[in-house]
């Protein structure tokens, strides 16, 4: 008999589970927005950590952690809850060496204060039980991610206590250590999306500060290309990208896919806003329909959807699995909070 694919297998199992004619994810178990997200078991194991929920208020921020795995017959379950008396809002997350590893955001308190945290907290799914990590050398929120070599962990921009940086930190997963590489040398910013595949990395778009007697944060429509060193994972060389299809955006969900060669990018809107989608400049704000990609054999741009349906914001990064890359969440056009997992389109 012939054996069939991881994907192929995949694909059986979500149909027969779902009981659907096309692959179709479950929804989580509440809806949630700004939240980390990661992945383990090449896709197959997938997690949402905390985030804010459909109130949008500060004491909807929650420290829930939700996981699907689908040798579990498909489903959602709660995963151990992340340590401490409050929930965080724009972590990154990134999956290694079987654990998932939890950075940075800011909580926000009662009077609407942010604060940008340097926490590091390394989650062990099989043992639900949750080890600090060493401490963010620049304590960031709203940064990029993405992971190398099943061992390194990056943090590329963000926003710090002082406004909006271009560096790129680096976890290593196996020493619990941080090292800044070669950071990116455009307008920091904070808000980008983007990713990593094939020890590439791209960025793109996010929120600088606005000029004197402006709006605090206006959009930035910068693309970067970064190349990471064969042998040093701190050196990085950096390359402008010209401007991806369609117009700038904010909370774009991205992420990398090193079987497809690629980096997705989906919704996001037009104008940078807060946790509650309030834009900075006042204006009423949507979710971009556009969903694209960067192919990184062909050095291109491809545009993938210019009407995709059910578009996000702010649901923090495209989690890849062997169907193709999927958001957890996030705000839909109407910025309202959701629950559903979306698979989109791809070459």
């Known amino acids: 008999m012939k054996k069939l694919s991881s994907v192929s297998l995949l694909a059986v199992c979500i149909v027969i589970l779902l009981g659907a004619d096309e692959p179709k994810f479950p929804p989580m178990p509440a809806a949630v927005s700004s939240n980390a997200v990661a992945s383990l078991k090449g896709g197959f194991e997938l997690f949402s950590l905390m985030g804010v929920g459909p109130k949008k208020t500060w004491d909807d ?87 190398i070599h099943d061992r390194f962990v990056y943090l590329i921009g963000g926003r710090s206590l002082s406004g909006p940086v271009n560096n790129v ?76 299809p369609g117009t700038a955006r904010f909370g774009i969900s991205a992420g990398g896919a090193d079987r497809d060669h690629r980096i997705y990018f989906s919704g996001g809107t037009a104008t940078p806003h807060d946790y509650k989608g309030a834009s900075y400049d006042g204006n009423p704000t949507d979710v971009s329909t556009v969903t694209f990609d960067y192919e990184l054999h062909g050095h291109r741009w491809e545009t993938l959807d210019e009407n995709t349906s059910d578009p996000r914001a702010d649901g923090r990064g495209l989690v890849d699995t062997p169907l193709g890359p999927v958001v957890l969440g996030g705000m839909v056009k109407n910025l309202a909070v959701t629950a559903r997992v979306t698979l989109f389109a791809k070459k």
Not at 82 to 94: E, M
Not at 207 to 224: F, H, I, L, M, T
């Open 61 to 147: 921020v929650t420290n829930q952690v939700y996981v699907m795995t689908f040798t579990h017959a498909g489903k959602w379950s709660h995963g151990r809850a992340v340590p401490g008396p409050v929930g965080r809002l724009n972590a990154a997350a990134g999956g290694a060496k079987g654990l998932v590893v939890l950075m940075g955001g800011y909580v926000v308190d009662n009077q609407g204060l942010e604060l940008t945290v340097p926490d590091v907290n390394v989650y062990e799914p099989g043992a639900r039980r949750w080890s600090r990590g060493k401490d963010i050398p620049v304590p960031v929120d709203s940064a990029v991610t993405g992971v």
């Open 169 to 244: 930190q680096v976890y290593d997963v196996e020493k619990d250590t941080w090292t800044q590489a070669t950071p990116f040398p455009g307008t920091p910013a904070f808000g980008m999306a983007g990713g990593m595949a094939d020890e590439a990395i791209v960025v793109v778009d996010g929120a600088k500060p606005g000029a004197s007697g402006g709006p605090r944060y206006v959009a930035s429509d910068e693309c970067w290309l970064g190349k990471i060193d064969h042998k040093d994972p701190n050196k990085i060389e950096w390359s402008k990208l010209p401007s991806h």
